[in-house]
């Protein structure tokens, strides 16, 4: 069973940075990864996605402030958020593809504060 671990949220004030990550157990081979927001009351989006060879896709109104990355090697993906708005609170998911099956993290909380 493929295992996912999230890191990196927590609270910010608007106009900061947090840098996301998320580790894949196990000796596999991964090839969509992506992020995921969910804020209260609203639907999960999509934020970012990353293929296996790298090439990347975002939610249109997110280009520009977020990067996606991803460590093959560490089973690891990145994502990187820059001048963070109150709006961008949300629980932020990890979520990969190995095969034809697909894993979802645990969720870790992003709070961005006025």
């Known amino acids: 069973q493929v295992q996912l671990v999230e890191s990196g949220g927590g609270l910010v004030q608007a106009g900061g940075s947090l840098r996301l990550s998320c580790v894949a157990s196990?000796?596999?081979?991964?090839?969509?990864m992506d992020w995921y927001r969910q804020a209260p009351g609203k639907q999960r989006e999509l934020v970012a996605a990353i293929t296996s060879s790298g090439r990347t896709d975002y939610a249109d109104s997110l280009k520009g402030r977020f990067t996606i990355s991803r460590d093959n090697a560490k089973n690891t993906v990145y994502l990187q958020m820059n001048s963070l708005k109150p709006e961008d609170t949300a629980v932020y998911y990890c979520?990969?593809?190995?095969?034809?099956?697909?894993?979802w993290g645990q969720g870790t909380q992003v709070t961005v504060s006025s």
């Open positions: 196990g000796s596999i081979f991964i090839n969509n």
């Open positions: 979520h990969i593809w190995v095969g034809l099956y697909n894993y």
